[in-house]
């Protein structure tokens, strides 16, 4: 089996609540351990993530744990970058043997063609994400960032992410789903499913040959995807979609 999901913002709420999401998360994927060949986390598994050449953030050490586990048991995991989870630097390719990848990933799963995209670039008419993306992912600002200490730019992370969810939450796109017009110009380039997340919005669109899947997220109704080699389907935690 192949799992799939985005969106979990752990780091967004009070520890408290964090906690909750958390044992959430841990408990699915004790679930799926032993049938899972793959899992892909399609971004934003954290609301903040930064870390130091020495320190990482002290409140995710049991979801690190977990993957560790998952990772050593012979599981492949699959990380793609969100617009929150951007300060990755060494520790999850050098301590868990985990790639955090900052670009889109193509694969081909039982002769099924995947593209798969936090999402983020292809929201419609995002000029200020657009512009400061770079900006922030730049390798050279965040070595400067990393000689503040971790305290001060763990805080700062958290922070500016929960002012940009707040940006991002107000702002009106008209109506247009620039992420469900780009997965339909993939699948015109012959991909059978394109999954996405970012927008925490569930779809399921049957297009041509193929189907776009946005996974939803983590906060109030956790849901994800899974592939038995044949059929794709987007289930809720509790139950199928």
């Keep these: ?5 985005s969106d979990v913002h752990l780091g967004l709420f009070s520890r408290e609540k964090d906690i909750a999401i958390e044992d959430k998360l841990i408990g699915f994927l004790d679930e799926i351990q032993h049938s899972a060949k793959k899992i892909f986390i399609l971004g934003d598994l954290f609301d903040y993530w930064f870390d130091y050449k020495k320190v990482i953030p002290a409140n995710f050490y049991r979801i690190i744990n977990k993957l560790t586990e998952l990772k050593q048991s012979g599981i492949e995991i699959i990380y793609l970058m969100g617009n929150h989870d951007f300060g990755h630097f060494k520790f999850f390719k050098e301590e868990l043997g985990i790639d955090v990848l900052d670009h889109d990933y193509l694969c081909e799963l039982e002769g099924k063609k995947f593209y798969l995209s936090h999402g983020d670039n292809f929201v419609y008419k995002d000029y200020g994400y657009m512009i400061i993306k770079p900006i922030l992912r730049n390798k050279l600002i965040q070595s400067i960032y990393r000689l503040v200490h971790p305290d001060f730019g763990i805080w700062l992370a958290s922070s500016s ?9 107000k702002k009106d796109y ?13 699948i015109d380039e012959g991909y059978d ?3 996405m997340g970012h927008n925490h919005l569930v779809k399921i669109i049957d297009y041509k040959q193929g189907k776009y899947i946005n996974l939803g997220e983590w906060i109030n109704n956790p849901s994800y ?11 809720y935690l509790n139950k199928e979609i």
């Design 193 to 195: 499913f394109v999954m």
């Design 174 to 186: 008209g109506g247009i789903d620039g992420l469900e017009i780009f997965a339909k110009q993939k």
């Design 1 to 5: 089996m192949y799992y799939f999901f």
């Design 161 to 169: 992410s929960q002012k940009s969810r707040g940006y991002t939450d």
């Design 225 to 235: 995807a899974v592939f038995d080699g044949k059929n794709l389907e987007l289930k």
